[in-house]
């Protein structure tokens, strides 16, 4: 696996079982709802994006896209969950030859 698949992957499950603002995440029927926007997110997170663009793009999804209430801390938490991956996986990567 490459350090782009993993953090996909990464992004995929964070924005499901995590992020979640639909409530979805314990029905398997709906575990790819969140998909249409994993590849955003993915862009953002690997470009380098702040916590504090990355909370803004899931605020804007919410109130956009889905009609939500703005949950910005639960948001942040989410966003410094996303940054905390890239670092991670930025770091297992460069130690592997």
């Avoid at 998909?35 to 994006?49: K, N």
Wanted: net charge negative; proline share 5%.
């Amino acid at each position: 696996m490459t350090f782009e698949q993993e953090l996909y992957q990464r992004i995929d499950e964070v924005l499901h079982y995590l992020w979640d603002p639909i409530g979805v995440a314990r029905e398997p029927f709906a575990r790819d709802e969140y998909a249409a926007y994993v590849p955003e997110v993915f862009g953002l997170v690997a470009e380098g994006a702040s916590e504090q663009k990355l909370m803004g793009y899931l605020l804007q999804v919410e109130a956009d896209a889905m009609g939500l209430a703005a949950r910005p801390s639960h948001a942040r938490r989410i966003a410094e969950m996303l940054v905390e991956w890239r670092d991670v996986l930025e770091q297992k990567y460069s130690e592997t030859p």
